[in-house]
Nanobody, 126 residues
Framework: QVQLVESGGGSVQAGGSLRLSCDASAYTNKSAYLAWFRQAPGKLREGVACVFTGTGSTRYTDSVKGRFTISRDNAKNTVYLQMDSLKPEDTAMYYC???????????????????WGQGTQVTVSS
């Protein structure tokens, strides 16, 4: 089964930064949406950011705009999430997901994403 592998999580103080990486080398579809989701205890899984590998177009959920940046390295089949100005409310398990692109902007809802990683924990203390 195709798996994505996340890394880069950890514990930081509010205002700090982390960079998450997602190795998507096992996902060979060249035209894909790659996304980051997060889920805090007791909450629904939330779309954070996504990128369309074909055009590089991106989308962000409102709460992270201006603080998080999603990028991808097609040569390495890796997608990154640079997280700056972290807040305690960013604390969650972060998951990488992939979906074969069907045109248009990448979706930020989890339904439809068929390939997921195991997650990496991000904890932000105040």
């Amino acid at each position: 089964q195709v798996q994505l592998v996340e890394s880069g999580g950890g514990s930081v103080q509010a205002g700090g930064s982390l960079r998450l990486s997602c190795d998507a080398s096992a996902y060979t579809n060249k035209s894909a949406y790659l996304a980051w989701f997060r889920q805090a205890p007791g909450k629904l899984r939330e779309g954070v950011a996504c990128v369309f590998t074909g055009t590089g177009s991106t989308r962000y959920t409102d709460s992270v705009k201006g603080r998080f940046t999603i990028s991808r390295d097609n040569a390495k089949n890796t997608v990154y999430l640079q997280m700056d100005s972290l807040k305690p409310e960013d604390t969650a398990m972060y998951y990488c997901a992939a979906l074969r692109a069907y045109g248009g902007l990448c979706p930020l809802y989890p339904d439809g994403y068929m390939t997921w990683g195991q997650g990496t924990q991000v904890t932000v203390s105040s």
